[in-house]
């Protein structure tokens, strides 16, 4: 009997810091993309300096040509947007459970592109479903037009794919259970922690917390699974995900400060520099509070005032 | 040490003489030829009774083997029919739909059933069907929590159902399907066993044949009495029942050969082609909620659906209506499957959701209804073959055992007339 289980669905859990810790049974984690995932090894952009702000962040300027773009002419004669996004996170990307339908922050941005696109949303949109490990080579890969799935800007990812212009401000904290005795994530030294393979959380704790034992999942929701099976005491990633987490379990609970600066932006493949300039034209007018189109989404989706949005930052050369 | 053993000199030579007298000369060797036939025909009852009572016992491992292969295969078949419409009801969105719900309540109930059924009934198997019962009382615990977070509204209920599909696929069905190789192995061991039965039979004839012809011509050239009517009785008797014997032993093989070729493996066919059947509909839900990463789901449902094919291809070429109903069924369930893909890769995913929890469905619940009442008349006729092939067995086993005492006593009153000749 040739059974063909479903081969791919293979264990992909690994316990890293700590070399001698069990690994857990679960999770048995979703098929991967066979593509590398990017780390921290690839060769940064040039001239880019992730402890400089504004070097890290610039992208490149709209220009006065901005809307003539040959990418944007060929979407629109393809009739969709091709969007990597993410369905687990409750309030960025995430697809709800009673409609089916994804949505959520990052959803509601890429809608505007293709609204700016073709004049309507409806219809135009392809949604491809992503973990984040699988965002860059998807981009590279031309499977995806568009990442919105709280992506960060880093010097590593600069030399891989394109960045828009910051789009939200995020951190990263750690979420705990509510009577653990944790007050922030140094406390959770020699601990296991759960972080999602590809994503910078998995990327900071291991340099800036290298005795924490991490379990690397592909997708951040199995660090949910995990965490409220008891399997990790802990889970590393942006506050906007552990957010979306802490409102599905009423006895988890987000401490200590953010110790890490997540800047977001829109990622492209590398060589549509057109793309992303004609995108930065969007964000500009977007973030600009006599617009409110942010501060629409925003308030859609968090809770509580609205923050100053992030400012522009077009000093990037072009290529 | 050894002259508490060995008899004493004296004493050793007088046995040896007595033996020498008492084999030595025509009245002697008429005492050997006496006990030669009647142990041939004790041989020959005691070898029939081995030969038949081996081939009975060999159905009947067969039979029960087959039974438990059956009873695992149905574990499997539960669970990826719980997951079919599991991972199929998610793909809806909102409440799953009550009949969804049902199915995989069924499904789980009746794979628990059966793993009890197949435990008490093996306790080669029951360890590993022990651990498959803890994997699926995980299953179901991520399953409810999927639920629980589903009715929340919380996507986290995907990460749940996720877990708890690859929990199924990787923990519960690989054993199962060692599980099922091991009886597999099992039924042709017993049917090994069953062929060899012959041999037994065949050596008691043999033996019995050659011992009582030989003996009778040595006794019509050194008597005036061309035939030894006891004897003559004997042989007939040895002879007679010995090919009975082997006619039933042969009829049985026959059959149980026929069963193996048809029925048994019809069965194990179809319970295949039904296990891949339910993992490729699962396939075909994960790649669409996988939405635009599906790829391995969609290599996984062609490598299912081919074999699922390509099984019941072969059914159907050596089955009847049942088999030919079921590939056309799946024939169906393949046509409205390309068009699911296709919607899906022409970038309009509603659509294929919407057919793939709809018409899709419906085509393919007749396919399993269609498979599901082939197995069903399959794997009774499998049972009722071996049965049927095994019945006169025991029976001819005593006959045989019988005919040689009787042989045996008929040959001891036809050379002890002429023993006393002698006296």
Known sequence: ?319 | MTSTLAAPPQTRQVVVRAARNAFAGTPGRLRLAGIATVLACLVFGLFAFVAATTRANALANARADAAQLVRVQSIRTNLVFADANLTNAFLVGGLEPPSARAAYEQGIATASKTLADAANDSTADAKVLGNVNQVITRYTGLVESARANNRLGYPLGAAYLRQATNLLRSDALPPLAALGQTEQARVNHAYSDSAGATAWLVAGLVIALVVLLVTQVWLSVRTRRTFNPPLVIATALVLVIGVAVAGVLAWSQGKAKDTRGGAYFATLGLATARIDAFDAKSAESLALIARGQGQAYNASFDNLSANVSAVLDDAARRGGADEKAAQERFRDYLAVHARVRAADDGGHWDDAVKLATGQANTVFQNFSDASGTALDRRSAQLRHNLSSARSPLPAFAWIGLIAGVAAAIAAGLGVAPRLREYR
């Open chain 1, 1 to 319: 009997m040739r059974r063909v289980i479903l081969g791919v669905l293979a264990a992909a859990v690994l316990v890293a810091g700590c070399g001698a810790g069990s690994t857990p049974q679960l999770p048995r984690v979703a098929p991967s993309s066979s593509s590398p995932a990017p780390s921290s090894s690839a060769p940064p952009a040039p001239g880019c300096d992730d402890n400089i702000y504004k070097s890290r962040v610039a992208s490149y300027a709209p220009g006065a040509s901005w809307a003539d773009s040959a990418t944007v002419a060929k979407i629109k004669s393809r009739g969709v947007l091709r969007a990597g996004v993410a369905a687990d996170n409750l309030l960025f990307g995430h697809r709800n459970p009673i409609t089916g339908v994804i949505e959520g922050f990052d959803i509601d941005v890429a809608n505007e592109v293709a609204k700016a696109i073709f004049g309507t949303a409806s219809g135009h949109v392809e949604y491809v479903v992503e973990n984040f490990a699988q965002r860059i080579p998807d981009l590279q890969s031309g499977k995806v037009d568009i990442v919105a799935d709280i992506m960060t800007i880093n010097c590593a990812r600069w030399g891989q794919i394109a960045f828009s212009t910051v789009y939200f401000q995020a951190g990263q904290q750690v979420l705990v259970r509510k009577n653990a005795p944790y007050k922030n994530i140094a406390d959770l030294n020699g601990r296991k922690v759960c972080t999602a393979k590809g994503s910078t959380g998995n990327e900071n704790v291991k340099s800036l917390y290298p005795q924490v034992r991490r379990v690397i999942v592909d997708n951040i929701s199995d660090c949910m699974v995990l965490f409220q099976q008891g399997s990790v005491e802990g889970i590393v990633s942006d506050n906007t995900v552990l957010n979306g987490f802490a409102a599905q379990d009423p006895y988890a609970q987000i401490v200590g400060p953010k110790f890490t600066n997540e800047p977001y932006g829109l990622g492209f493949n590398k060589a549509n520099v057109d793309f992303v300039r004609y995108v930065n034209a969007l964000l500009a007018k977007w973030l600009d509070p006599k617009d409110g189109t942010w501060a629409a989404i925003y308030h859609k989706w968090l809770p509580g005032p609205l923050p100053n949005p992030p400012s522009t930052n077009f000093d990037r050369p072009l290529p």
